[in-house]
C-alpha cells in the first residue's frame, strides 16, 4: 500500500519521504527495524496531527518526536500496569517483541505496532482504548486507511471532528 492513497484525505505530504535518514539512527539505537510502510508515512507526512485528532511521532521531530513520545507513554503504562495488571494483556517495548507505540489520539488512545510473534506471524497493529483493547490484522497503513474511511469496527474519529477540520493533515514542529 503506498502513500498515493492517503494523498485525496490528507493531502500531499509536507516532507521529502527520506526514510534513510529519518530512521538509519532510530531504529540502531532502538535494536529493531520497523516496517517500512510505517517508516515512509512517517518520512512524508512527519510529525503530524491528522484531523485534529491523531498526533504522529517522528524519530527526529522536535515537538512530536518518537522516542520522547515512547518513553512517556511506556512509562504511563508501567504504572497503569502495576495498578491495574489486567488492563495491560500484551507485552510491551523492551520487552521481546513487545508492542511499540507510535501515536496517541487527543481522547487518550495509543497505536502501538505489534511486531511478528507478538500477537500475530506478521506486523500488525493494536490499540490501547482505555481500559480496552483492539487488534488489527492491518499494516500501519493499511488500518490508518481504513480509519480514516471509516471503515474499522470501532469508529476511531469522531465524526464532529471530521466535519469541523479544514486542514485534515498539519505537520507540527520542525525536524532536526
Not at 527526529?60 to 489486567?86: H, I, K, T
Not at 521481546?96 to 507478538?118: D, F, K, R, T, W
Not at 500501519?140 to 480514516?148: D, V
Amino acid at each position: 500500500m503506498g502513500l498515493v492513497q492517503f494523498g485525496s484525505i490528507l493531502g500531499d505530504p509536507e516532507l521529502n519521504s527520506d526514510v534513510v535518514a529519518d530512521w538509519s539512527s532510530f531504529e540502531e539505537r532502538f535494536g529493531r527495524h520497523l516496517p517500512d510502510d510505517y517508516k515512509e508515512f512517517v518520512s512524508a507526512y512527519g510529525p503530524c496531527e491528522i484531523f485534529g485528532d491523531l498526533w504522529i511521532w517522528h524519530p527526529r521531530a522536535d515537538v512530536l518526536n518518537l522516542e520522547g513520545a515512547m518513553d512517556r507513554v511506556l512509562a504511563e503504562a508501567d504504572f497503569m500496569r502495576s495498578q491495574f495488571p489486567e488492563t495491560y494483556p500484551y507485552s510491551l517495548h523492551p520487552a521481546p517483541n513487545g508492542l511499540i507505540p507510535v501515536a496517541e489520539s487527543q481522547a487518550g488512545a495509543n497505536i502501538y505496532l505489534a511486531p511478528p510473534g507478538s500477537i500475530r506471524d506478521t506486523w500488525t497493529i493494536a490499540v490501547d482504548w482505555k481500559p480496552s483493547w483492539s487488534l488489527y490484522d492491518y499494516g500501519f497503513s493499511e488500518f490508518l486507511l481504513r480509519a480514516l474511511n471509516d471503515e474499522l469496527d470501532d469508529a476511531f474519529f469522531d465524526e464532529s471532528i471530521l466535519e469541523e477540520v479544514t486542514v485534515p493533515c498539519r505537520m507540527v514542529g520542525n525536524i532536526a
